[in-house]
Structure formats: structure tokens, C-alpha cells
């Protein structure tokens, strides 16, 4: 019989193929479950656009310790996770959203991250094809772009974890010195009563138009959508991939929103970028977030030997490095790298 | 626009189901994304005659569908429709060989389709390749707009032909006229192309010949995604329906070759089946064993799946290698890692591809059915 | 009979003949380079497999083999 391994990582999105990658590089013996296709669950529905958000500190301080880890592996991934230091445009609608690009711009400074003010003639040079009568923007120099499935492969394939395709019914049920939890929007499933709900969010591709994009677009109300807690909505998201393709977000609703938000969510997108009308698109399709009230992810022990990484709501690609490692100190009993208390589990009540 | 009966392809299976439902009926579509009605056999034929009373939309393509039924076009915005009749017909099954992505190797009925839309080939050496009765077909209608036909081979040894000729004596006649407009033509059995290399056909055997145009279809794929994108049942590839031609969903019927290669008696049967199922008339029972009869004789040697090499290019809208799929299992892998069936054609040419080379089966269907301008797809039809 | 261009080369057409049939007519064979940039052209001749995509007055992507010539169309191969 081969001995159980030390920890057990059910879930073999991004999340838990990144604590596998830090755990076995911490020496433990670690093994990996997934029902399906390892990165084939919200890892592969996603854009892979490694973002730095400053809605508050707490998630703030993971985007930015995580961007950084992403930057360090950048020159370990395969060219197939086309990892691109393309930045990120903030784009500002009016004087007041401009106001609103000042602020984060000192935010962003404060914490040692690059970044420019764009002017309303600078915005244009670095984005033709935004619609005329914008204000300006914020381009944040150290975001970057990864193609998360691949990521998540090479991560496995480090960590030499053997990996088994099977459900999960029960966590109590492995055998294993700790068992984390790693399944995403599905997470509830395996723990009762656990306060995240799936978010749905639909993306549409198109063919190839290289250079219609320079840089991932965002309007400056994305954090509204994202952390507002409406049933419903749409914000202004298009990246281009480093194929030359585009793909058009973002949008946000719960279980109990059965409207389709693609139609809403590209309007919002033509509004801001009117070329993209005639871009054919290619594909269409949904992925599920796994949002909690805070937005917040939970990364930590949750009873006993059982440990969660789940939570990731939009970020779970940008914060996955640094979830691993803050899980990992926990399971061997460091210091965590970054104050992990925001992101513990016993916030909220289970 | 709202109709009582939606038939998606102009093809002899929606023509027929237009006749058979406009019988009944007074408010009838037919829709089709070519400039006149036809389908692939009767593409560009003078005078296809749509019946009386039924509307036709032509070079109408529809991207979308949704239960209820609405069809979602470029050209005409949303058609409502209480039945739907999907005669979507088929597409051909291309298989790789160093050299099939070069200009000047198209699919057999490929050829003949731009033939049909004004390219001339007069005097161009020409051969025909692959598997199935349309080939002998193609090569027919290649010499009539003079083209110098160089050869036909097919896959399919000489000894599995003549029993399945033997058995439907009623296609004779036409096989036999087929081959008259073809003398002089070698026809090679038992053989295919290996290699295309700088106008240079190479057939297994070792024969080479000098072509100006390739055309090699492998036999028919099924158009079933339409059909998919509503849920119906899909049997072995081919959507599933009743002896009504109804499928899975109700008020969706399916009719041609979706349903089984049959080519156009069966398509014709079908699909006046489909139209009077759809508008309450009594239907005829089918006639099936021909379709079974079909796939047996024209089975694909198991040598067809080899003549790619490691750097022969699987999907062409990506340029992936078969070398690089081989270290996966599975289709939804290969693709998320490769890229392969992820650009424009969404898997409609390699996807079959890979199930014969490598036994995956393509996953489920994504809308738009076709790409189309990001616009169509934000208006918002469903609440004007 | 009319005119339009492909490249900035003229190229009198049939009516009634698609942008496909009027290219390889006219000894266009690379409608497009691949995305490792080996010379592609129709292949389906259906709408099926996307080789045929070329530039037509300004829009990228348009089918060649699903598109009819009109009078004047500017055409640009990838
Ligand atoms: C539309 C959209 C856009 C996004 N864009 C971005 C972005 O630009 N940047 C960014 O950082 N993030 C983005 N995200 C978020 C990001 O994709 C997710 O946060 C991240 O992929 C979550 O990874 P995960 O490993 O937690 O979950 P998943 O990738 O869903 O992995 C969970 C795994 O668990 C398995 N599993 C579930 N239940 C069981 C069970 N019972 N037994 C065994 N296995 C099980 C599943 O098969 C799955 O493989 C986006 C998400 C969406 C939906
Ligand atoms: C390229 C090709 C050439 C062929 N040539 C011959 C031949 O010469 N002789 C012969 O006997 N058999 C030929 N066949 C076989 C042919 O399939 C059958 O003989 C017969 O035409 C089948 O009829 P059908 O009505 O089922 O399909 P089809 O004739 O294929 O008709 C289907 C129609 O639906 C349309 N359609 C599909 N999807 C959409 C959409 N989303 N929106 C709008 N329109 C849509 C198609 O454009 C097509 O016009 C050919 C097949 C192919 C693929
Ligand atoms: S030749 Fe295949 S889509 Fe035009």
C-alpha cells in the first residue's frame, strides 16, 4: 500500500494546482483529485489577466504579492502560457472618473507599483480605437496576462503531484495529513452551509485583429461591478490576446438572474470601443466565480486536518500564487509571507 | 417575422419539406445561406423552383437558435416559428496527408461548389480523390466545365462497389451516365492520395501525377449543430429522430443527411416526411437500409489515419501539428492546451479529423453557430 | 461583365461569380497566410472552414466563397 500523502488538494483548477506547486516545493508529499479536466473548470473559462486591485487593503495587498510571484515564474512558464507584461488601461469616461484615476494613481504609487496618468491625448495614442470623448486613463505598467490553463498544467507537472480523476463526496473520506479544499465555485458542495455563491459571468472571442487592442481595457466602474453586490451587471473589459484576438467581459450575476447578460455586456463594450461591432466573433460562452460577501477568497484551515482555497470571485488566476503560499505556511506552520487574516475562513460563520 | 414552420437548408430535404409542409400550410419559411435554393447537389442548377407560397430566404445565414422557436440571422434580424425543420445537410470529411493545407487542394465537392460559383477550369488538370459516390460525381461535373479530369481514385477496394451497386440496381442508370461523360478517365480503386508536393500528387502505390488542382473529399460529415444547439439527442453522430423525423426536442424535426448520409432520395424522403409530420398530415414510413448499406461499403481504410505525418498540421485555423496532439487524450484537453478546434472554424474540419485519427469526440456547441459581427450578437431580440 | 480589384490588381468578372471563384480564376492561390504564415486558400468551398478569408472593402475575416463580387469591391488577401 503507498503510504497517504501529506496533503491532499482536491480541485485542479489554478488554486489548487498553485498550492500543489508551493507545497511540494515546501517538501510536503502532495496529491491532487479533480473530477474533470485539471484547469478545464472557472481556470479555463476565465481572461488570465493578472490584475492589481485597490478596492480595499486586504485585497490590495494579495493582487499586488501575487503579480509579483507571477512575474518571478514568467521566466519558468512554457511559451504555450503566452505570459505577456502588457499592463493594464484604466479608462477614465469623464472629469469625474478622471478624479477617480488620480486617486488610484496615488494608491498605486504609495505602494511602489508603476504606474501613469494617461491624458486624454495620451489615452488615444496608446488606444486608437476607444471611442472619442473619453477623459483620460491609468495605465498601471506591472499588470500582466497569463493563459491560465497552460499555467495550471506546468504548475502540476512541477509539483509532481500524481493526479486522479475522480469526485469528490466527501473531504472526511481522504486520507491525508490535510485535505485543502480547492473547488472553486463548487465548494459549497463539499462544505455545507460555506457562504459562496457562483457568479456567473459570460466572454465572447473574436478572429484575430492584431493591434485593434494594445493593452487589457477597463472601465473605471469595474470595481463597482465587481464588488457591488447587484444582481445583474456589466462593465467595459476587453483584452487582447497576445494571438491578436479579443476577448470581450465582463459581466456578474447570481443563480436567481436567468437573463442572459451578453447582449447588455456587449453594448457596454461597443459603447466604449465602436470598431468592435464589426469584429466576428467566434465564440461565446459563460464560467462561474465563486463569490463571497466580502469578495474576498478564503484561504485557511476550516476545521480539524480540512483546509480551504476557494473564494477567488474575478481574481482567483492573479491571486492563486499568492493563496498558495500563504496556505502552504499555514499547513507547515510559518509565518504567512502577507497578514493572512482578511482571507480567513472564520470570518464568516460556516 | 413569425411562421408557423421554420425549414433551416434549401438543400432536396428542405425543398421537399417545403412542398410537403406548404400542402398544409399557409405561412412557411425556408431559409438557406446561398444565393439560390439547391443545397449542395443541386448548388447553381438553373430554376430550382421554390413551391408556391412558401418564402424563401436566401443568403440568409442563421448564427443562432433558441427553443420556442426563434432563429437568429444576419440578414433578416429574428424569425419566429411554432416548428422547426432542420435540413442543414452535411459537410465533407477531409483528412490530413502532407500537403493537404497547400493552395490548390480543396475538398472534392469544394471544388465543384466554386465551380458552381464561376470559377473556371478549363483545361486545368484536375484529379479526383477520396471516398464515395459523390466523387464520381464531382469528376463529371469537372469535365462538363472542361476540365482535364487526370483521374479518380477511391479508397474503397473494387470488389466492396459492384455488391452495393448490385444491390440498388435503381442507382445504376445514374452511375452508369456518370461514367459515360467520364471515359477515358482512369478510375484507380483500392488507392488515395499520399503526398501533395509542388503540383505532384503521390497515390499510395507509388504513382505519381502532375495536377494543377487536387480535389479530395473522404466521404460526408453531418451537420448537427444546429440541431445541437437546441439539445436534441445526437445517435452515433447523427441527430436522432423518430419515424416522423421528429427529434428529441418536440416541434423540431430533422431531415437529410443530419440525420444519415443518404444523398438526395433519402434527403427527398425525408423530408417530406418532416413537412407533414410538422403540419399534422399522415407520413410515410422510411425506406432505411440504404443509409447503412452507404457507410458499409464506403468505410474508411484504417491506412487513411497514418498518412499524416508528426508536423502534418491537424487544425488549420490554428496550425496545430498532429505531434502536438498526440500527448493528449482527449478532445476538451487537446484543446485547451494546443488551441486546436479553438479558431474560426470551431472544430467543423478538425474536429471530425481527430476522431478518426485519434478516436476523440468534439464537445458540445457553442453559439454563435457561425462568426458573425460581435453587433448581431448584442441585439437583444428577445425583448424588443 | 465588371471590374473590381484584388491587391490593387483589376479583375473583370462574371456576374453572378463569388470572390473566391473570381480570385483563383484570376491565379490568386494565397488567399491568407496561417498563423505561422504558410499560404492558405479555399478549401470547402461551403462556408465551413474559414481558409478562404480575405479583407473586403476594409473588413477583415469576410468568406470569399460565400461572398458574391459586386462592381468595384476592393479586396486585399492576409
Ligand atoms: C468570465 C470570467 C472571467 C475571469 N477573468 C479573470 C481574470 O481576468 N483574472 C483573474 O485573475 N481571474 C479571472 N477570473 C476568475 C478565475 O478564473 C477564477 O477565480 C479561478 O480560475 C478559480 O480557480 P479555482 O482553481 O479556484 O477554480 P476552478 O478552476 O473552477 O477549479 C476547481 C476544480 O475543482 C474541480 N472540482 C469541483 N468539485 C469537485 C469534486 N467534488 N471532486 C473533485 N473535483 C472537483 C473542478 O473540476 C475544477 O477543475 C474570471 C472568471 C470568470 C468566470
Ligand atoms: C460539398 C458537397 C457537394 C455535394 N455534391 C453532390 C453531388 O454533386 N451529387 C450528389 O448526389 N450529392 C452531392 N452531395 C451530397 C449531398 O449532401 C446530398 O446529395 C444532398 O444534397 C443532401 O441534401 P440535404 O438537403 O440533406 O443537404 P444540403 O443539400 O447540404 O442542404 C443543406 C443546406 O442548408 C444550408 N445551411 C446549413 N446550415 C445553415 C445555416 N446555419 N444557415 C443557413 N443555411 C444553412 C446549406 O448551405 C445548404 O444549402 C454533396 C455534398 C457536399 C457536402
Ligand atoms: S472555402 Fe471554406 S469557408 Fe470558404
Known sequence: MTPSPDVMIVGAGIVGAACAYELARAGARVEVIDSGLPGGGAT?????????????????????????????????????????????VWVAADEVEMAGALAKLSVYRQNGLAAELLDERQLYEAEPNLRAGLAGGLLVNGDAMVYAPVATRFLLEQSKAKVTRAAVTSLDDLKAGAVVCATGA?????????????????????????????????????????????NESVAFNVQPRPTGQLLIGSSRQYADSTASLLEPMLARAFAYMPGLRACSVIRTWTGFRASTPDKLPMIGRLRDRIYLATGHEGLGVTTSLGTAKILTAEILGYAPPIPAWPYRVERFDV | MKFDVAILGAGPAGLAAARAAGRRSAS???????????????????????????????????????????????????????????????????LPFPGWTVPGVFGAGGLQALVKSGLPVGGKRVMVAGSGPLLVAVAAALRTAGARVVGITEQVPLGRIVP??????????????????????PYWTGTWPVRFDEGMVTLSGGRTVAVDYLACGFGLV??????????????????????????????????????????????????????????????????????????????????LFDLAEPSTVVCRCEDVALGTLRPYREWREAKLMTRCGMGPCQGRICGPITNCLLGWSAESVRRPLVPVAAELLSKDVLQP | MFKLRCDGVEIVVAEGTSV????????????????????????????VCMECRVTIDGVGHRLACQTMCRAGMEIMTT
Not at chain 2, 56 to 69: A, E, I, N, Y
Not at chain 2, 261 to 283: F, H, S
Open chain 1, 44 to 88: 479555463a473559462a476565465g481572461m488570465g489577466h493578472l490584475v492589481v486591485l485597490d478596492d480595499n487593503e486586504a485585497e490590495l495587498a494579495l493582487t499586488k504579492y501575487s503579480v509579483g510571484l507571477w512575474h518571478s515564474l514568467a521566466k519558468e512558464l512554457p511559451a504555450a502560457a503566452e505570459f505577456w507584461g502588457c499592463g493594464t
Open chain 1, 186 to 230: 463548487m465548494a459549497p458542495a463539499l462544505v455545507p452551509g460555506l457562504r459562496v455563491r457562483p457568479r456567473k459571468g459570460y466572454l465572447a472571442i473574436t478572429d484575430r485583429y492584431p493591434g485593434f487592442a494594445r493593452h487589457p481595457l477597463v472601465e473605471l466602474g469595474y470595481l463597482q461591478s465587481a464588488h457591488g453586490d447587484s
Open chain 2, 28 to 94: 412557411v419559411a425556408l431559409i438557406d445561406d446561398n444565393v439560390t435554393a439547391g443545397g449542395q447537389i443541386w448548388r447553381g442548377a438553373p430554376r430550382i423552383a421554390v413551391p408556391t407560397g412558401v418564402r424563401f430566404f436566401p443568403q440568409t445565414r442563421v448564427f443562432d437558435l433558441r427553443p420556442g422557436f426563434m432563429l437568429l440571422t444576419e440578414s433578416h434580424g429574428a424569425m419566429e416559428a411554432s416548428r422547426l425543420i432542420l435540413a442543414t445537410g452535411a459537410r465533407e470529411l477531409l
Open chain 2, 164 to 185: 452495393f451497386l448490385a444491390k440498388y440496381p435503381a442507382k445504376l442508370p445514374q452511375a452508369f451516365a456518370l461514367r459515360a461523360r467520364l471515359l477515358g478517365v
Open chain 2, 222 to 303: 453531418p451537420n448537427t449543430e444546429a440541431a445541437q444547439l437546441l439539445g436534441c439527442r445526437l445517435d452515433g453522430g447523427f441527430v436522432a429522430v423518430d419515424s416522423r423525423q421528429e427529434t428529441s426536442v418536440a416541434g423540431v424535426y430533422c431531415a437529410g443527411e443530419p440525420t444519415g448520409i443518404g444523398g438526395l432520395d433519402k434527403a427527398l424522403e425525408d423530408g417530406e416526411r418532416a413537412g407533414a409530420a410538422a403540419t399534422g398530415q399522415a407520413v410515410n414510413p422510411s425506406r432505411g437500409a440504404f443509409v447503412r448499406d452507404l457507410a458499409a461499403a464506403f468505410h474508411l481504410d484504417p491506412r
Open chain 3, 20 to 47: 473566391a471563384a473570381a480570385l483563383l480564376g484570376a491565379g490568386v492561390s494565397r488567399f491568407r497566410s496561417s498563423v505561422t504564415g504558410e499560404a492558405r486558400g479555399p478549401l470547402c468551398g461551403m462556408g
